[in-house]
């Protein structure tokens, strides 16, 4: 198998803690699914427009689970548009934006589209695309990267932090 990075693989588990630093996006759990040709990220409030003769996005991000709390708004770059077929064989055309990914220690630059994904179990799917930068996912395994505090992990749960 030939590897497209020149760094040793990284192993990650099916599912990891991630990091959008380029979006503002400190922690959000997502699931590593190698049958997902592309990386998705659940965006709301999309809205395109133009700015210095170049296409934009603006949206925001619910990174926690089960919970609208802590919405992060964000604008970028409108990379493409692709049209992308669900695992049930809906289409759909899709906003892409090219980003940087920070997972199992290692910073990658990617393609992700936007889309809702409300009734996702995660609000971030990372597709081969992205893994095939140097990353193996071991299904055997989570949480490889390890896990933020357990404050944060609690918020993603929905369950708001002791004394609030």
């Given at each position: 198998m030939r590897s497209h990075s020149s760094s040793p693989q990284v192993t990650?588990?099916?599912r990891e803690?991630?990091?959008?630093?380029?979006?503002?996006?400190?922690?959000v759990k997502?699931?590593?699914?190698?049958?997902?040709?592309?990386?998705?990220?659940?965006?709301?409030?999309l809205t395109e427009f133009e700015r210095d003769?170049?296409?934009?996005?603006?949206?925001?991000?619910?990174?926690?689970?089960?919970?609208?709390?802590?919405?992060?708004?964000?604008?970028?770059?409108?990379?493409d548009r692709r049209v992308v077929r669900s695992s049930t064989g809906h289409e759909q055309e899709r906003v892409v934006i090219l980003t940087d990914v920070s997972?199992?220690?290692?910073?990658?630059?990617?393609?992700v589209t936007l889309t809702r994904r409300d009734e996702m179990g995660f609000r971030l799917l990372i597709g081969r695309e992205a893994l095939r930068q140097g990353f193996v996912v071991d299904s055997s395994h989570s949480y490889l990267g390890g896990r933020p505090t357990r404050r944060v992990r609690r918020r993603n749960r929905g369950v708001p932090p002791s004394g609030s």
């Open positions: 990650a588990g099916w803690w991630v990091r959008l630093p380029g979006l503002g996006v400190r922690n997502a699931k590593l699914d190698t049958g997902a040709r592309t990386s998705a990220l659940h965006a709301f409030d003769g170049a296409e934009w996005v603006r949206f925001s991000v619910h990174p926690w689970q089960r919970s609208a709390e802590d919405a992060v708004f964000v604008e970028c770059p409108v990379h997972l199992v220690g290692r910073t990658i630059n990617t393609e």
